[in-house]
């Protein structure tokens, strides 16, 4: 079993920055595959980032390309996002999850840190 706990989101106004934090417990976090996802007021959840294992290998959804970041310190057991550039559209509830075996399907969910970015 994991257990993910997000951090870090609030308010802030279009063009600032903000970092999520997502500190996992459980079993080796250092071996898994984790993810960033949103979820606006009624839209569907979507992907935002992934970082494989050992931080070397990155994915991004286009709407983010070049303003966030995803990165890791196994060491704290901590995934990241770093998000510049904030736009309104960014706002929603952010997850982090965790992809234990490496198939694109994430089994483990933090319960969301809420992004609002006022105009």
């Known amino acids: 079993q994991v257990q993910l706990v997000e951090s870090g989101g609030g308010l802030v106004q279009a063009g600032g920055s903000l970092r999520l934090s997502c500190a996992a417990s459980?079993?080796?976090?250092?071996?898994?595959?984790m993810g960033w996802f949103r979820q606006a007021p009624g839209k569907e959840r979507e992907f935002v980032a992934r970082?494989?294992?050992?931080?070397?290998?990155?994915i991004y959804a286009d709407s983010v390309k070049g303003r966030f970041t995803i990165s890791r310190d196994n060491a704290k057991n901590t995934v990241y996002l770093q998000m510049n550039s904030l736009k309104p559209e960014d706002t929603a509830v952010y997850y982090c999850?965790?992809?234990?075996?490496?198939?694109?399907?994430?089994?483990?969910w933090g319960q969301g840190t809420q992004v609002t970015v006022s105009s």
């Open positions: 999850a965790v992809d234990p075996d490496s198939d694109y399907k994430y089994d483990y």
């Open positions: 459980g079993r080796i976090f250092s071996t898994y595959h």
């Open positions: 970082i494989n294992w050992n931080g070397a290998y990155t």
